[in-house]
């Protein structure tokens, strides 16, 4: 009886034995838990956004009469191109004129006059405040035909600067004062393209910069200009700053009010990176697991961005550094791992 147990005592013994054993081979109790890693990698880093930005002419006003009167020529075409100097429309001036004919009438009576009184003033037949008094006459009817001579030019209003005429709003006889618009003028010869950027991008953007711009309306068509001012203020709400290019436009394609988009880059140079998998998340802390010769280490890190598929790793490794990116729930610091494949980043 008793060498009957000690023979069953001894089979099942045996049995465990040959059950770990078969576990340890299948990677059950007591074997290392398999794992993957890749290496901590430099990369360059370049951020990218698209700025939005609206087209307006290099010059743009309304042309608008400075005086009331009839419209008496109309002396341009829809969409003509005037220069600087051309007349575009002419107002009624008769009573204008006759106004600057009798400003003049009177200046020529006043001077002579006050020439004659002059010419007795030594003979002291006319005292010294009468002859001042004439003299004064003189410059108030110099400055009435100044008047009427700037009344006379209002009726003739000019194109301020070389650009394309707009629409005509007004017709031969109709009555225009200072409120009404009588046609645009663009200069469109070149572009000023506005739009904003965030402030990050500030140490990017700087006078005379190229940029490349591109409009729905040319979708195959790239446009180059180059940036002519920076505002000196931020938005205090977007925290953008507003930026001004100057686009060439021979061919008159671009038009005033049209919706134009703007890539711009900034290079932040080589940072070191991680897949984004690795990193094991712990609070307000991020860890990682770092394979050293089989053993892994629970290592603290700093992160920076993320950006698709890796996170920055601002400090708590360095290149080359392996790390588990696969398995890290069966990996406690310290413990023994096998590693089944290495990947590189």
């Given amino acids: 009886m008793h060498i009957r ?14 059950e770990e054993t078969a576990q340890s081979a299948r990677g059950g109790w007591g074997a290392a838990p398999k794992i993957v890693t890749a290496a901590a990698a ?7 956004i698209q700025a939005l930005g609206t087209a307006r002419a290099n010059e743009s006003i309304e042309i608008r009469p400075r005086i009331a009167s009839l419209v008496d020529r109309v002396a341009f075409e829809e969409g003509q191109m005037v220069q600087k100097g051309d007349l575009l429309v ?38 010294a405040s009468n002859l001042e008094t004439l003299l004064a006459k003189v410059l108030v009817d110099e ?28 017709s031969p006889g109709g009555l225009v004062s200072s409120q009404d618009v009588i046609t645009t003028l663009d200069d469109v010869r070149k572009i000023k393209l506005d739009f904003s950027v965030p402030e990050t991008f500030l140490t990017v953007v700087k006078e005379g910069m190229q940029i490349r711009a591109r409009s729905v309306v040319f979708p195959d068509r790239v446009f180059e200009g180059t940036i002519t001012s920076i505002d000196t203020r931020l938005d205090p709400v977007s925290r953008a700053v507003q930026i001004r290019a100057l686009i060439p436009n021979d061919d008159g394609g671009l038009k005033p009010g049209m919706f134009m988009t703007v890539d711009l880059q900034r290079d932040r140079g080589e940072v070191l990176v991680v897949l984004e998998q690795a990193i094991v998340p712990e609070g307000t802390l991020q860890f990682v697991y770092v394979v050293n010769e089989g053993v892994a280490e629970k290592r603290q890190v700093v992160i920076g961005r993320r950006i698709p598929g ?12 392996r790390v588990i990116t696969e398995g890290t729930a069966k990996v406690r610091d310290g413990s023994q791992v096998e590693d089944l494949r290495n990947a590189d980043i």
Wanted: aromatic share 4%.
């Fill in 5 to 18: 147990l000690m023979i069953l005592v001894a089979i099942a013994l045996v049995a465990a034995c040959s």
């Fill in 42 to 48: 430099l990369r360059p880093m370049i951020d990218e």
């Fill in 90 to 127: 002419e107002l009624e001036n008769s009573e204008i004129k006759a106004g600057l004919a009798l400003a003049k009438a009177s200046l020529s009576e006043s001077r002579s006059l006050y020439d004659r009184s002059k010419s007795l003033a030594s003979s002291q037949a006319i005292s």
């Fill in 143 to 170: 400055a009435q035909v100044q008047a009427a001579q700037a009344r006379l030019a209002n009726t003739r209003i000019i194109a301020p600067f070389a650009g394309r005429v707009g629409l005509r709003r007004v």
């Fill in 310 to 321: 890796f996170v920055v790793i601002r400090d708590g490794l360095k290149p080359g550094e």
